[in-house]
């Protein structure tokens, strides 16, 4: 409540705005009333000819007009304001999930943070399209209604004095258990999001191994969460409505009764005060009204927003880089691992102590078993893990001393399985070097390079053919041949490569094998090896295991002194070693 409170005072000109606009509403119904009241009384009581009331009649439809457009005005308002609180919650999470963009990728959990970007951050829109302008417009127009029954009638004043704070403490008690009800929506929301995610990316695994059926269960279960949640919901707004017609009814029949028997039976009232306190009684009542339905709306959006500032709240590892310039130094710079720790959590895998010195342009391999920290220590010395203690050390200095785009400029991760985003061909090499400009002839030799030139050929749009989602779909093979074009396009100074594990066909073998070493005429190339050529030609290579680095040095050093690597290369080449 607090977070959209503050948000909604920081956005002062709208609540002023608000403030006039509700001003205006709430002196156009007096003067309504008092205009009815008056042609009423002339032309039933005093039986004055038509052309006598005229004047009013058009006094009554400007009055209308005014109320309309003022009325108008002010929904507008709280529209804007919805809309830059939604940009300003929107651009919170999406900064917060792109500041460590693999820390929080590699989490998961798609799903959820799509639903918590989209509808989420929809559901915030109640609070200031609806809650925050009533509450203002009630405020004021209630205050105004209520001194215009007082100035005519003060008994009927008091009743409604002590009738409406029934209302808010109403308010406030269905709140609190309209609250945790959408919060418990918004949980079902966001984990039938994760759920169908999660079926749909794994449809294939599922179908191969027959729990289509069972995942369908499971999804319709989610699903009757959700409804049962929602249901819940929309049972306290429709209880609320119930007694809020309730209490505005009570108030309008007492203040009726007190009205009829003094105009009546005692006969000390005016019929014009009467009949003016008889008008304005339901649209004081109406304006509480919408105040407490729009709070049940807010409530929603209150939940909403503590689910997002929730996850704001989760600390991912954030890095902080600092400004040094990298792209002055010409080439490689030498890269140091400084007594290198990081780990995944309490009870999590981690890499202890890795010290390491890889000179300019040397090619480093880095070995081990499935799950020793190959690809962990990669994203270490790539920058997109902040190590627990130890640093990575660029040229002798700190990493993260750096400017930030200008170390990714220098370098490129070649993934196992790099991403293809939805777009041509084109779009996706291009992507190694955003904002440049590439010319025709850049783009044809990172193509012919990285062996692509034949299958853009067969395409009839050709590089301009769309892949990726919505496209036409990739082998493995011509998603990493995508990926080393972007390396020839970048030219980067140091290469980290993930070397699929996974058979490749031979002509990406081949042409992975040519490129890498052509790139590595420029460039220091640190490879997660698994190949036993890759691994031999290393000038120097990491042996971890379980997180810790066992062994250093050339292919015949370590196979000399460090048994554990002799034994797994014989077990993942199956003997073939020496
Ligand atoms: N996000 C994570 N949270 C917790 N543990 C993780 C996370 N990512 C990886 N791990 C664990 O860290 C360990 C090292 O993973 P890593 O991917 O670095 O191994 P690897 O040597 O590259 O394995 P492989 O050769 O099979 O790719 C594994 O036990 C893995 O389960």
């Known amino acids: 409540m607090k977070q959209l409170k503050d948000i909604a005072k920081k956005q002062k000109k709208d609540t002023y705005s ?7 509403i709430g002196a156009m119904t007096v003067t309504q009333a008092l205009l009815i009241v ?8 005093e039986e004055k000819p038509f052309s006598d009331v005229i004047s009013q009649l058009a006094a009554l439809l400007v009055v209308f007009i005014v109320r309309g457009i003022f009325s108008y005005i002010h929904g507008k308002i709280g529209i804007g304001m919805a809309s830059k609180a939604k940009k300003q919650f929107r651009e919170s999470l999406l900064t917060h999930y792109s500041h460590n963009p693999i820390q929080t990728s590699i989490k998961g959990q798609s799903g959820k943070r799509v639903t918590l970007v989209t509808d989420v951050v929809d559901e915030i829109d109640p609070y200031f399209s609806k809650y925050y302008p009533q509450r203002i417009l009630s405020s004021i127009a209630a205050l105004i209604l209520l001194a215009a029954v007082f100035w005519q009638n003060w008994l009927s004043g008091l009743i409604m004095l002590v009738t409406a704070p029934l209302i808010p403490i109403f308010m406030i008690i269905i709140g609190k258990k309209t609250e945790k009800k959408a919060l418990q929506q918004l949980d079902n929301l966001t984990a039938l999001a994760g759920k169908f995610l999660d079926s749909l990316q794994g449809l294939i695994t599922l179908k191969l ?28 707004a429709f209880l609320s409505s119930l007694v809020l017609e309730l209490i505005s009814m009570l108030g309008i029949a007492l203040i009726a009764l007190e009205v009829g028997l003094r105009l009546v039976v005692y006969q000390n009232i005016s019929f014009f005060a009467a009949f003016f306190v008889l008008a304005i009684a339901p649209e004081f009542y109406k304006t509480l009204k919408d105040v407490g339905s729009a709070f049940h709306a807010g409530k929603g959006s209150i939940a909403a927003a503590k689910k997002i500032v929730e996850e704001l709240a989760e600390s991912d590892q954030t890095i902080t880089w600092g400004n040094e310039r990298l792209s002055q130094i010409a080439g490689p710079p030498s890269i ?21 010195t890889f000179e300019p342009y040397s090619q480093i391999a880095i070995v081990g078993a499935s799950g020793s920290g190959k690809t962990s220590l990669l994203h270490l010395i790539a920058g997109m893990y902040a190590p627990s203690t130890g640093e990575v050390l660029i040229n002798k200095q700190s990493l993260f001393t750096y400017d930030e785009g200008e170390w990714f400029d220098k370098l490129i991760y070649i993934s196992q399985d790099p991403y293809i985003f939805s777009g041509t061909i084109k779009d996706n090499i291009l992507i190694a070097c955003p904002g440049k400009n590439i010319s025709e002839e850049a783009l044809n030799y990172a193509i012919e390079k990285a062996g692509l030139t034949e299958l853009i050929d067969q395409l009839e749009d050709g590089a301009n053919t769309v892949i990726g989602e919505g496209g036409r779909g990739l082998s493995g093979g011509e998603k990493q041949r995508i990926a080393l074009a972007r390396a020839f396009l ?27 070493q052509e790139l590595a005429q420029n460039a220091t190339i640190i490879t997660v090896a698994h190949r036993l050529h890759t691994i031999k030609q290393a000038d120097c290579i990491l042996y971890l295991e379980k997180g810790t680095l066992i062994g250093k040095g050339t292919h015949e050093e370590l196979m000399e002194n460090t048994e554990d690597y002799l034994t797994m290369l014989k077990e993942q080449q199956g003997g073939m070693a020496g």
């Open 18 to 24: 608000l403030s006039f606009t509700a001003f205006v």
């Open 38 to 45: 008056s042609i009423v009384m002339l032309i039933f009581l």
């Open 336 to 356: 140091g691992l400084n007594n290198l720790s990081f780990t995944y959590g309490e009870d999590h895998f981690s890499l202890q102590g890795i010290q390491a």
């Open 209 to 236: 191994f027959g729990k289509g059926r069972e995942e369908a269960a499971a999804i319709k279960q989610s699903s009757v969460d959700y409804r049962t949640a929602t249901m819940d919901v929309l049972k306290f």
């Open 490 to 516: 970048k030219r980067p100074s140091i290469i980290l490569f993930d070397e699929p594990t996974v058979g490749l066909d031979l002509y990406t073998e081949s042409i992975l094998q040519q490129s890498i």
